[in-house]
């Protein structure tokens, strides 16, 4: 009998457990930080494995409850707090009874409903217009909670950036000045958008001005990343080459989303052993064709003729230095000044970190397209 193996490569949804590598460092600063009630800023471009970082620190830390919020998910300051309390409570509280009996110490003046669903859950609703008014207290539920317990407590805010398109700068500051006495709730705020979330953090004016320990989540090791595509073709009873291991290491600048969505590919398209042909043939016929779409669109969204020339010249060149008069000439961009407004825009769009196309998928896509 033939064993049908599944695809040991995934993408697209975070990893833990033993599809998660690496990251040892960043699992003990942020626990030790996180335990010690210091906040993090937990900060990358996007697919750099944050979101995985997050839920496998949880999964190994056994000495606080911790609790997971994504904004992309919480689409007003009314589902916001409604997630905060019930994913408190769900990790908190077992007894209706107890938590119905517990209530009017933790909330002052919110007066939910509470029910049980029909899988046994507790569920916690309040009227839309009393939460708005006292969302505080909806923030300040946790340590509530953390205090009446015994309990420390860590809460994930996965997406921040969202938090402008709430309520703007308001629920900013009352969120910091509702966290900033919490003694038993330490926060993890992460986020993609790395202007966005940095100006959250880093501009005086605003409330989270230096409130948190930034860490900047770093590509993995080519090594590492070779060593791992190698033993999950091993253990799934296919091979592939050394140096075609590294290449995908390579090509995809460290960055884990990369590697897994091209061995993804690559596992499917071998039966028995995997040579840098085959992983570039899996690339240039199967990954890059099933982007275009997506790719195209980003493309048209770029409305300045600067910015997209800018792009071309980024992807043409490895080391390219963008104020110099040559890549101006050759990439008939305007001036040194004109580039760096170009340059700046797609920073804050997230497609270029570092004077470099962040998605090498992307990269590839304009170097093949655009002729000189
Ligand atoms: N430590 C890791 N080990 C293996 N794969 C990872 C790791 N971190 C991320 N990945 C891969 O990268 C993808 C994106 O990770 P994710 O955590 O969603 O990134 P982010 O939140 O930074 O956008 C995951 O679906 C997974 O394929
Ligand atoms: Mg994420």
């Not at 995934?10 to 335990?35: C, H, M, Q, Y």
């Not at 908190?92 to 009017?104: G, H, P, R």
Request: aromatic content about 10%; hydrophobic content about 35%.
């Amino acid at each position: 009998m033939v064993v049908q193996l599944e695809n040991p490569f995934i993408f697209g949804k975070a990893v833990t457990g033993e599809n998660f590598i690496d990251r040892e460092k960043e699992i003990k600063e942020l626990k030790s930080s996180l335990l010690s009630g210091q906040n993090i800023l937990l900060f990358s471009p996007r697919k750099m494995g944050k979101t995985s970082l997050i839920k496998e620190t949880f999964r190994r830390t056994k000495d606080a409850v911790c609790i997971y919020i994504d904004l992309w998910q919480t689409a007003s300051i009314y589902s916001l707090s409604q997630e905060i309390i019930n994913r408190v409570i769900e990790k908190t509280y077992t007894s209706v009874e107890k938590l119905a009996l517990d209530m009017k110490h933790l909330l002052k003046n919110l007066r939910p409903k509470i029910s049980l669903d029909t899988n046994g859950n507790i569920n916690i609703e309040f009227g839309r217009e009393e939460i708005k008014e006292t969302l505080n207290e909806a923030i300040d539920f946790p340590e509530q909670v953390a205090k009446r317990k015994g309990k420390k407590i860590i809460i994930a805010f996965d997406e921040f950036q969202e938090i402008e398109n709430l309520d703007g700068l308001q629920i900013e500051k009352t969120f910091r000045s509702t966290i900033q006495h919490h003694q038993m709730v330490s926060y993890i705020f992460a986020g993609s958008r790395q202007s966005l979330i940095r100006a959250i953090f880093e501009k005086k004016e605003r409330p989270f001005y230096r409130f948190a320990k930034q860490i900047r989540l770093q590509p993995l090791n080519v090594e590492t990343l070779e060593r791992f595509i190698i033993s999950k073709f091993k253990n799934t009873n296919k091979e592939i080459d050394k140096d075609a291991a590294k290449w995908i290491a390579e090509f995809s600048r460290g960055i884990p989303y990369n590697v897994q969505h091209i061995c993804h590919e690559t596992w499917y398209a071998t039966d028995s052993k995997a040579n840098l042909s085959l992983v570039k043939k899996t690339l240039y016929e199967k990954i890059l064709p099933s982007l275009n779409d997506g790719f195209q669109i980003i493309w048209e969204d770029i409305s300045s003729y600067e910015q997209r020339k800018l792009l071309i010249g980024l992807a043409n060149e490895s080391k390219p230095r963008i104020y110099s008069q040559y890549f101006i000439k050759k990439y008939d961009l305007k001036t040194p000044s004109h580039v760096r407004k170009a340059l700046k825009s797609l920073e804050e769009a997230g497609i270029v970190d570092e004077n470099k196309i962040q998605d090498p998928f992307f990269e590839e896509w304009v170097r093949k397209k655009f002729t000189l």
